[in-house]
């Protein structure tokens, strides 16, 4: 099939290093974050922090934007699913 | 069998495909959690503030070193550098059996303070506080299943990479226990702030 | 089985290993689709048989065969073996595993020991599923759905039938995984989408609701089983859970997996009906993308089997409106059927007589999906027996008949032996006639009034529940006499050849029974489309 297409070129492992410091200073701004009352919004910085952390993570760590559409398509249906499960509950919960 | 089929990027995918249902099986308790907190917003803070923020950081960190560990152990290996492969994949194991260890103290400590799932203490501080535990509970247990199960796949990794199974030519194994232990990383990116830094 | 196989050659003889280890440790394709229809034919046996004591203690009022205790243990166990045991993997785990490959012009699926191990977690389930009703404090009596709270203080044996479910639905997400991966990678050359037979477009929209609504049914369960250990409270009111978040979690999974029952079906329906009109199927696009949007639309639909669970009235509304959606890509497909059937040279060969039934059924049981689709006639209709018939109507009706079609169309491909036309046509009489009795009359009664799971009633419900009583029974006959056909027929039927039925799809292309890795040393490769049927012929037996 497809003989020339099986690997990748490795990651360097200077984008790994920083790729790792870059989601280490995440955990530290999410922490700070934390500690400042915003109200509802807390919530929500916290899960953007963790979004853009788990970007770092698929995008580099797990080489995501070096595989093709195919695989970007599935995590996107995935991800659709869960916030069409979670979404539409909410539409009992908050009108109970 | 006389046709040797060989289709790495059909093996990753299929190892994507299991991570995605791997996120709709945590996506059942951060539903109930989500539900929760916009039912209890003021007692999960309350709850949020009893557990011990350090444990929860230092892990944090934990697992992103164990991530970059298992990452490198694919550009090592990739540029046919086995032993260096092992040292990285070992200390995978090695960060992952720290992160137990420290859920291991921290929940001894919890459950030293009568905070367990049925406890007579925990009714006591009604069901908004209840029903925090409960959930930190069992999805802290899961993802620590999680753990337990991606280190043992990468310890048997490791022995098929010093027993010359895994190569530089064909490491698809190696990758996709890489993958599956990322997921358990990308779990805890969540947990940590949605459980430990509610305010 | 041994002197059976001796005279087929194949797939049946070419082993590495021979005799039962040959078969309990193959990876290939066939021999798991075979291990699996053995399996889940004998489910089909047992859970029929539970079904048909059901309606046997309802001949008549009162008190007759069993106790309510039973009788409560009796329909959870039979809708357990059904819906987990049967109908979720009849379809794709036994036929997607047969001919997918074949289809596709692979050597087998991406990942043949994942294969291997999907058969062993349904195995396994099985067998728990099996023990948790002899063991511990007494079969489970929740009902196939075990809601809270009821599942969590019952003192029967639910903690090990979720276990079971819970293997079985590994099961399920494994068998997913292959066929995702097989149908994007594993094509051959020229098997671009647009040449995909339907049965393979329906199986890859099932394979992903399988891969990603199961697993909610997977924490659910996990759930469930951590009340009853731990007494986690995360569905208990006085702990701060919530009881109706444990039926839309269920349902979140339950109610897709209705399309995972009845998609492979309309693939069936769809390779058969072409087949025997000798025409291409209507309307090739909006069949495949109808699949898919049955699987999309499915997954957002799930809370209409909730609407008297009291969650809010605004989640009732939307529902109930995003319900009726469902129904718009079920009715192309049904036109397209019909579409395909117009002046095309029938053949009432047994496989068209199941798919032509399966037709009318699921258009009966869809027609009463919207009745309880919408809120105000589904707050009467909730949780009567006509909620049964209907839903009957889908999954026996439907997938149940395209499983018997299915049986009959490929059967002779895999054991080289054609059954008995004449027999199995009468068997599908008695089987159609006795089902329309059995499940009208119990749609009926349940428009009287008559509760479902209930195991006694008031006496102005008896006639109708005599007749359905009568109805299964010859239900059964007619299945009795459909099963000794197939059999003998595969034992001793008259040889057939390579194609049977003159179909054009690659499985049709290969020797019968297929040998082991379904193509020679040349890769196959594909020139013309699955209903293509120009130059096509039925080879002589």
């Given at each position: 099939m497809h003989e020339t297409e099986h690997q990748h070129p490795p990651v360097r492992y200077r984008t790994l290093v920083f790729t790792w410091v870059a989601l280490g200073i995440l955990t530290g701004l999410t922490i700070a974050a934390s500690r400042i009352n915003m109200g509802a919004a807390n919530v929500w910085v916290a899960l953007g922090i963790a979004a853009t952390k788990s970007c770092l993570v698929i995008g580099i760590f797990m080489n995501l934007r070096r595989e093709s559409r195919l695989f970007k398509f599935g995590l996107m249906a995935a991800l659709v699913v869960l916030a069409i499960f979670i979404g539409m509950t909410f539409i009992d919960v908050l009108y109970r | 069998m006389s046709h040797e089929h060989r289709d790495d990027t059909g093996a990753r995918f299929g190892m994507w495909v299991f991570l995605y249902t791997e996120i709709i099986l945590f996506s059942g308790l951060f539903l109930l959690y989500s539900v929760a907190l916009s039912k209890f917003p003021h007692e999960f803070g309350v709850a949020s503030h009893k557990l011990n923020i350090y444990f929860g950081a230092i892990n944090t960190l934990v697992l992103l070193a164990s991530s970059l560990t298992m990452a490198m152990a694919i550009t090592a290996i990739q540029r046919g550098k086995i032993k260096q492969t092992i040292v990285l994949t070992s200390s995978t194991i090695g960060l992952a059996i720290v992160f137990l260890i420290n859920k291991f103290f921290e929940w001894s400590a919890e459950i030293g303070h009568g905070?367990?799932?049925?406890?007579e203490h925990l009714a006591e501080l009604g069901p908004g506080v209840t029903q925090f535990f409960n959930l930190y509970y069992f999805t802290a247990g899961l993802h620590g299943f999680h753990v337990i199960i991606g280190a043992t796949l990468i310890g048997v990794v490791t022995v098929l990479v010093k027993k010359g199974k895994i190569t530089p030519e064909r490491y698809v194994l190696l990758e996709n226990s890489a993958l599956y232990w990322h997921l358990v990383d990308l779990v805890w990116i969540f947990v940590f702030p949605l459980y430990y830094l509610i305010l | 089985m041994s002197e059976s196989t001796s005279r087929l050659g194949g797939f049946f003889t070419e082993s590495p290993r021979s005799g039962i280890l040959g078969w309990v440790t193959s990876t290939d394709h066939k021999r798991i689709g075979l291990l699996y229809l053995g399996c889940i034919v004998t489910m089909f046996i047992v859970g029929a048989c539970l079904g048909l004591t059901l309606r046997l203690q309802l001949f008549?009022?009162?008190?007759?065969?069993?106790s309510a205790q039973t009788y409560n243990a009796t329909f959870t166990v039979h809708g357990v073996i059904m819906i987990?045991?049967?109908?979720?993997?009849?379809?794709?785990?036994a036929f997607g595993n047969l001919v997918l490959p074949i289809m596709l012009g692979?050597?087998?699926?991406?990942?043949p020991k994942v294969n291997l191990l999907s058969w062993y977690c349904y195995v396994f389930g099985a067998i728990l599923a099996v023990i948790a009703i002899f063991?511990?404090?007494?079969?489970?009596?929740?009902?196939?759905?075990?809601?809270v709270p009821f599942s969590t203080q019952t003192?029967?044996?639910?903690n090990l039938a979720v276990t079971a479910a819970f293997f079985l639905g590994f099961s399920s997400i494994l068998t997913g995984i292959n066929f995702v991966t097989t149908i994007h990678?594993?094509?051959?050359?020229?098997?671009?989408w647009g040449k995909l037979p339907m049965f393979a477009w329906t199986l890859y929209a099932t394979a992903w609701v399988q891969v990603l609504a199961t697993p909610m049914l997977g924490i659910t369960l996990v759930l469930i089983f951590m009340e009853r250990t731990?007494?986690?409270?995360?569905?208990d009111v006085a702990k701060g859970?919530?009881?109706i978040l444990y039926q839309h979690m269920f349902w979140i999974y339950s109610h897709p997996a209705v399309y995972i029952m009845i998609l492979p079906a309309m693939g069936v329906v769809s390779e058969i009906i072409p087949v025997f009109s000798r025409k291409?199927?209507?309307g090739y696009w909006a069949m495949a993308f109808s699949s898919l949007a049955i699987a999309f639309a499915g997954?957002?639909?799930?809370?209409?089997?909730?609407?008297?669970?009291?969650?809010?009235d605004m989640a009732i509304m939307i529902f109930s409106f995003l319900t009726f959606i469902v129904a718009i890509p079920s009715a192309i497909k049904i036109f397209n059927w019909v579409s395909t059937l117009h002046k095309g040279s029938i053949q009432l060969a047994p496989p068209m007589l199941y798919a032509l039934s399966f037709i009318f059924l699921f258009a009966i049981g869809g027609l009463g999906g919207l009745a309880l689709g919408a809120a105000a006639a589904d707050i009467h209709?909730?949780?009567?027996a006509f909620v049964v018939g209907h839903f009957h109507y889908v999954m026996f009706g439907g997938t149940g008949f395209a499983f018997f079609g299915a049986l009959h169309y490929w059967l002779p491909k895999f054991f080289a032996r054609m059954y008995n036309h004449k027999i199995a046509t009468i068997a599908w009489a008695l089987i159609f006639v006795g089902f329309n009795i059995t499940y009208m009359a119990m749609q009926a009664v349940g428009i009287q009034g008559m509760p479902r799971r209930y195991y006694d009633y008031l006496p102005e419900f008896g006639p109708l529940n005599m007749v359905s009583t009568i109805g299964s029974w010859i239900l059964a006959l007619g299945l009795i006499i459909m099963f000794v056909n197939l059999w003998r027929g595969i034992r001793n039927g008259t040889p057939v050849g390579k194609n049977p039925w003159a179909?054009?799809?690659?499985?049709?292309?290969?020797d019968t029974p297929p040998p082991?890795?379904?193509?020679?040393?040349e890769d196959p490769v594909v020139t013309?489309?699955?209903?293509?049927?120009?130059g096509v012929v039925a080879d002589e037996p």
């Open positions: - | 905070i367990y799932p049925g406890s | 008549q009022p009162g008190h007759s065969i069993m987990f045991l049967f109908i979720i993997p009849s379809i794709p785990a692979a050597r087998d699926v991406s990942f063991s511990g404090g007494g079969p489970p009596d929740t009902g196939w759905t075990f809601y003192t029967t044996n639910v990678r594993l094509r051959c050359k020229g098997m671009g731990f007494g986690a409270g995360l569905f859970g919530d009881p291409p199927l209507f997954s957002l639909v799930w809370a209409h089997h909730m609407y008297t669970s009291g969650m809010s209709l909730h949780d009567t179909a054009a799809t690659l499985e049709w292309t290969v082991m890795e379904n193509f020679g040393e013309r489309g699955p209903y293509d049927f120009k």
